[in-house]
Nanobody
């Protein structure tokens, strides 16, 4: 089992940048495929980006491609989301999620097993 804690969300103006972090408990972080999701007020939770356990493979939602970068530091048990050129429509609670896998290069955004509590990103126009 893994516990996830997000941090880094705050108020930022449009065009600005933020880096979110997701700290994971446990000693087998590299066996978890990870992903970021977000939920805007009154909307459903949406996929943002995913990364394989070995960090070699990534996938992005079209809405963030070219602006957001997902990465991970396995020795530090931490995943990141670098967000650049933020837009008001990026305003949301951002959640990290994990799925245990035996495929080090596998990417998942369905059937995630563990979730963090979220961190709020607010982008003003």
């Amino acid at each position: 089992q893994v516990q996830l804690v997000e941090s880094g969300g705050r108020f930022v103006q449009a065009g600005g940048s933020l880096r979110l972090s997701c700290a994971a408990s446990g000693r087998t972080f590299s066996t978890y495929a990870m992903a970021w999701f977000r939920q805007a007020p009154g909307k459903e939770r949406d996929f943002v980006a995913a990364i394989s356990g070995n960090g070699y493979n990534t996938l992005y939602a079209d809405s963030v491609k070219g602006r957001f970068t997902i990465s991970r530091d396995n020795p530090e048990n931490t995943m990141y989301l670098q967000m650049n050129n933020l837009k008001p429509e990026d305003t949301a609670d951002y959640y990290c999620a994990a799925k245990n896998t035996s495929a080090p290069g596998g990417i998942y955004y369905l059937g995630m097993e563990y979730w963090g509590q979220g961190t709020l990103v607010t982008v003003s126009s």
